[in-house]
Nanobody, 114 residues
C-alpha cells in the first residue's frame, strides 16, 4: 500500500497549485480520503476530506472557498486544487486514507512567498 503526493512547490501569494495523491494497493473510492498539512512548529491539521460513501466533502474554515478536494476513481487518485494561496498556507501537505486501516503519504512541500 502506498500514497504518493506530487504537485507541491513555490508559488506567489494569490497563485494556484494542484496537489495529487496517487494510491496503490487499495482503491480510493473505498476509503475516506483527506489532505492534512503541517507547518513548522505546528500540529498536523485537516485541510479537506472526501468520504467514501457519497463523496461528501468538508474543509477547514481557513481554506473554504479557496481549496477543492476531488477524487478520480479511474486513475485512483485524489487531488487538492488550491487557489488564492496565502503565505499562511505554507506547509507540508500530506495525503491520508482511512477506513479500518489508515495510511499516510510522505508529504509534499508547498511554499507561498513573494
Amino acid at each position: 500500500v502506498q500514497l504518493v503526493e506530487s504537485g507541491g512547490g513555490l508559488v506567489q501569494p494569490g497563485g494556484s497549485l494542484r496537489l495529487s495523491c496517487a494510491a496503490s494497493g487499495f482503491t480510493v473510492s473505498s476509503y475516506d480520503m483527506s489532505w492534512y498539512r503541517q507547518a513548522p512548529g505546528k500540529e498536523r491539521d485537516l485541510v479537506a476530506r472526501i468520504t467514501w460513501i457519497g463523496g461528501s466533502t468538508n474543509y477547514a474554515d481557513s481554506v473554504k472557498g479557496r481549496f477543492t478536494i476531488s477524487r478520480d476513481n479511474g486513475k485512483n487518485t485524489v487531488s487538492l486544487q488550491m487557489n488564492s494561496l496565502k503565505p499562511e498556507d505554507t506547509a507540508v501537505y500530506y495525503c491520508y486514507a482511512r477506513r479500518v486501516i489508515a495510511y499516510w503519504g510522505q508529504g509534499t512541500q508547498v511554499t507561498v512567498s513573494s
